[in-house]
């Protein structure tokens, strides 16, 4: 293969390589990172590629698998605050952006063929993104490449350095755990017209700061929450009630935006010039047609142009 030509190849796997790394570290910056390092040591090594024994997507992604093992290896299991035990309302407590799963724009982890968005945009949603976490690294990579990327038995086996009946029993472990993890509510659906709707109500209430029409759309048992912030508030009842106390969101607008294969919101804040600029991007779940899951992803504003976001909402 000339230098010219595997060049050309691995940048075509840019987009693959990272929503394989997403969903194996749960970070979009580690993402990014670990496909750049990626790539590069690809490309360095193109000499050592044989496209009788491997297609250069196998090859490489072996490459990815040992540099996102190595970064699991020292790292603790990411996740979304609504997992772990509901803390103190302390609206200074701060936990390390290692301990939570990170937003990421579509058009890193998927592509942009409609089709592939279509089919594979529950493998990026977020609620996935936690039930992997729980998965030993290997079987995570089993799992992703065998029932993600559709690696056969066989280059999974080869990625992974093993064999096909290993990567066969580590898919039945990692299925049975996931079995077990999973939550009930679902992302709100880009393509369904309620949830589409139940957003735009939420868009609604949330700008006029309609308490009573935010309760309304809120699940009796919704969990709110607002990485790297430690506290989550549990039920409407509740939510209702901070809000009710508290300013800071008045003023604010929100965007929809498609990320992580969901319907979301970007949240805009008026600076001291009352210019609304880029403060957060926001996921929501639902359950029985209502919001019960819904998290704020502050600080997330820079991060507004990956996602086809305005720096400025006029």
């Known amino acids: 293969m000339t230098s010219g030509a595997g060049s050309t190849d691995l940048a075509a796997l840019r987009v693959p390589l990272t929503g394989y790394c997403y969903r194996m570290l749960g970070s979009s910056a580690d993402a990014e ?20 024994r491997a297609r250069l997507s196998t090859w490489v992604h072996a490459i990815a698998t040992n540099i996102c093992l190595d970064m699991l ?3 603790q299991r990411r996740m979304l605050h ?23 724009p579509d058009s890193h982890t998927l592509g942009a063929d409609p089709a592939d968005i279509v089919t594979r945009r529950d493998t990026v949603r977020l609620a996935f993104l936690a039930a992997l976490q729980h998965l030993p690294p290997t079987q995570r990579a089993a799992l992703v490449l065998r029932e993600v990327l559709a690696f056969t038995a066989a280059e999974t086996a080869d990625i992974l350095d093993t064999t096909p009946a290993a990567i066969n029993s580590a898919l039945q472990r990692a299925r049975a755990t996931l079995r077990t993890t999973r939550d009930t509510p679902t992302a709100l659906d880009p393509d369904a017209p309620h949830d589409r709707d139940l957003l735009q109500r ?12 935010l309760t309304a759309v809120l699940h ?14 549990d039920g409407g009842a509740s939510i209702a009630a901070v809000m009710t106390t508290s300013d800071d969101c008045r003023g604010d607008r929100l965007l929809p935006v498609t990320f992580n294969g969901a319907a979301g919101a970007a949240q805009y804040r008026l600076d001291e010039d009352g210019v609304a600029r880029p403060f957060a991007l926001v996921a929501f779940e639902i359950f029985d047609g209502r919001i019960a899951r819904l998290i704020t992803f502050f600080g997330s504003g820079p991060r507004f142009p ?8 006029t």
């Not at 990956?306 to 909402?313: K, M």
């Open 220 to 233: 009796e048992d919704a969990r709110v929450s607002m990485p790297p912030f430690g506290w989550r508030l």
């Open 306 to 313: 990956e996602f086809g976001l305005p720096t400025v909402l």
């Open 33 to 52: 990172d670990a496909t750049q390092e990626t790539l590069l040591r690809a490309y360095t090594r193109l000499d050592t590629f044989d496209p009788t």
């Open 82 to 104: 609504w997992e772990g035990p509901a803390a103190a309302f302390d609206p200074d407590a701060v936990l390390p952006d290692q301990h939570w799963i990170s937003p990421a």
């Open 202 to 213: 939420y868009i609604a209430a949330f700008e006029a700061h309609d308490i009573t029409a």
């Open 73 to 75: 290896r020292a790292a």
